[in-house]
T-cell receptor, first 116, second 113 residues
Framework: DGGITQSPKYLFRKEGQNVTLSCEQNLNHDAMYWYRQDPGQGLRLIYYSQIVNDFQKGDIAEGYSVSREKKESFPLTVTSAQKNPTAFYLC???????????????FGPGTRLTVL | GIQVEQSPPDLILQEGANSTLRCNFSDSVNNLQWFHQNPWGQLINLFYIPSGTKQNGRLSATTVATERYSLLYISSSQTTDSGVYFCAVGSNAGGTSYGKLTFGQGTILTVHP
C-alpha cells in the first residue's frame, strides 16, 4: 500500500537530548513537509523540501534540523535548542511543489513527543 | 501572511442533523484542503477544493475563491463524524508558488447518538 509512515508513534525525551523523528513515503512524491501541532491549535510549518538535497525553513524552524538525502525520506531532528518541544509532529508530502494546479498534501499518522 | 478563520469553533449535534462549517481566508489561494482529524490525531483528506463544488457521500464542499471563503457541508451526521475539522490554504502571495499550507484553528464537532 502507498502511504506515509512515521516512527516512532510516541517518543519521550529528557531535557538536553536531541531526538530524530522518521518520515518515509512511497508515493513517489517530490515535496515533503514537517508540521507541528500544539493542543487545541492548527498545524504550523517547520521545514519543507522540494527535491533531494534541498530544504527550506518554514515558520517555526528554530531548534529543528532536517535532511533530504533520499526522495522517500525526510527525517526531523529536534535539538536541545528547541525550548518547547513537547508537541504532535506530522509529516506530509505532495506530488509537486512549484505548481499552482494540484498540490494536494497527504499526512502521516504523526509522532507524539514528550519532554520529561 | 495569509489569515485563515474557521467558524464555529465548536459544534454539538444530534445524530442525523445537518451542519455547515465555514472557512474564511484573507488572500487569493491556489490550494484549499479540508481535513478531518480523528481522535488518534490522523489527518484525513476530505477535499482538495481551491475552487468550485465537490461531493463525496454525505459530505460536500464549496469554495468561492473570489469571495475568499469555503463551506463544508455534513448531512445526516453520524457519531463517527466527531472530531476536529481543519481548513488549510496555500497561497501564491509574493509571486512564487509555495507549497506551505496555513491552517485554521479548526472546528470541534461532537455528534451525540
Amino acid at each position: 500500500d502507498g502511504g506515509i509512515t512515521q516512527s516512532p508513534k510516541y517518543l519521550f525525551r529528557k531535557e538536553g537530548q536531541n531526538v530524530t523523528l522518521s518520515c518515509e513515503q512511497n508515493l513517489n512524491h517530490d515535496a515533503m513537509y514537517w508540521y507541528r501541532q500544539d493542543p487545541g491549535q492548527g498545524l504550523r510549518l517547520i521545514y519543507y523540501s522540494q527535491i533531494v538535497n534541498d530544504f527550506q525553513k518554514g515558520d517555526i524552524a528554530e531548534g529543528y534540523s532536517v535532511s533530504r538525502e533520499k526522495k522517500e525520506s525526510f527525517p526531523l531532528t529536534v535539538t536541545s535548542a528547541q525550548k518547547n518541544p513537547t508537541a504532535f509532529y506530522l509529516c506530509a508530502s505532495s506530488k509537486r511543489f512549484l505548481q499552482s494546479s494540484y498540490n494536494e498534501q497527504f499526512f502521516g499518522p504523526g509522532t507524539r513527543l514528550t519532554v520529561l | 501572511g495569509i489569515q485563515v478563520e474557521q467558524s464555529p469553533p465548536d459544534l454539538i449535534l444530534q445524530e442525523g442533523a445537518n451542519s455547515t462549517l465555514r472557512c474564511n481566508f484573507s488572500d487569493s489561494v491556489n490550494n484549499l484542503q479540508w481535513f478531518h482529524q480523528n481522535p488518534w490525531g490522523q489527518l484525513i483528506n476530505l477535499f482538495y477544493i481551491p475552487s468550485g463544488t465537490k461531493q463525496n457521500g454525505r459530505l460536500s464542499a464549496t469554495t468561492v475563491a473570489t469571495e475568499r471563503y469555503s463551506l463544508l457541508y455534513i448531512s445526516s451526521s453520524q457519531t463517527t463524524d466527531s472530531g476536529v475539522y481543519f481548513c488549510a490554504v496555500g497561497s501564491n502571495a509574493g509571486g512564487t508558488s509555495y507549497g506551505k499550507l496555513t491552517f485554521g484553528q479548526g472546528t470541534i464537532l461532537t455528534v451525540h447518538p
